[in-house]
């Protein structure tokens, strides 16, 4: 008899996509997935495969969708969080029965807000949760303090299929890699972007005028961006006509004041970039050693972002190589195929 499995989820996204479509290859499973809207600010189109059956969030009230999860009869509910008061009442209904699987990705910063939240825990999260899996260490730091036993790693898994290639022409013999920077995200303040901005410009000034910035996405602060012959602005991209841009650029950066985790670090690395990351973004811990693939700055400051772009854009190209090299095989380290193995451990 086949397993169901049910995912209770906010946002879709592209990496989660591919894993569950990996997930739905498995014979003895089926996978339900209950989703919220689209965001507007990222349209992004998904080929999900057919097994797969979509419930629409915002087609049920609480009580509904409660009725059309008892009909799924599932085996094990992954829920994204605690926002969604219908999901919690689901996996209060269900815990005990079934394992209950809370995913987060916050990080533990020991504020406030978190220690009563770990006060609360025994209350609002283990009557509903029978378990934690999260996308890495400084998230099972936190899921540890909230009191959880059991904690898997590893949520978040880019789609390797799509970006391995990328990294396998970048380290072709005799590739070089271009001089060109690439940032890909929303364009508002939590992204650091405008020090972004700043220190590239004033390396230009400064004579490191053989590099160009490329950058990906939309959001609040798209109409402040500097315009500069050296930077491009590209607007929104759907992610099956990134490839132009990542074929053409070298070097990625992430400038995040704030980035729980952040797969686009993943991704980039699979496909082989060198990287320049803040200390915010939690899949550094992951995908970036700081001088062996790239350079791991403290957030927050221009200065630090603007002098890892300076060591980075000073490299030589076989420093550039090995980099690429390194980051490639962080990135393959974590697949969706593994990801599905961690899944069906928990059942």
Known sequence: ???????????????????????????????????????????????????????ERDAYDDTTLLEKINSIEPDIIICSGWVDKGYVTICKHYKGKVPTVMSMDNQWHGNLKQRLACLAAPFKLHTVFSQAWVPGEPQKAYAHKLGFKEVETGFYCADTKVFKPLGQEKLKEGSAIPKRLLYVGRYIPQKGIDKLFEAFLELQEEGLTDWELHCLGMGDLFDERPIHEKIHHHGFVQPADMHQYLKITGVFVLPSDFEPWGVVTHEMAVAGFPMVISSAVGSATMFLEDGKNGYLFQQGSKDALKDALKCMM??????????????????????????????????
Request: with cysteine; glycine share 2%; charged share 25%.
């Open 314 to 347: 000073q490299a030589n190209d076989s420093d550039l190589r090995d980099m690429a090299t390194a980051s490639f095989e962080k990135g393959m380290s974590w697949t969706p195929e593994r990801w599905v193995e961690t899944l069906i451990r928990m059942i």
């Open 1 to 55: 008899m086949k397993k169901n499995i049910l995912f209770l989820y906010t946002e879709l996204a592209g990496y989660f996509v591919a894993c569950i479509n990996e997930l739905a290859k498995q014979d003895d499973v089926s996978v339900h997935v209950v989703r919220w809207p689209v965001n507007k600010e990222a349209p992004f189109q998904f080929a999900i495969d057919k097994r797969i059956s979509i419930y």
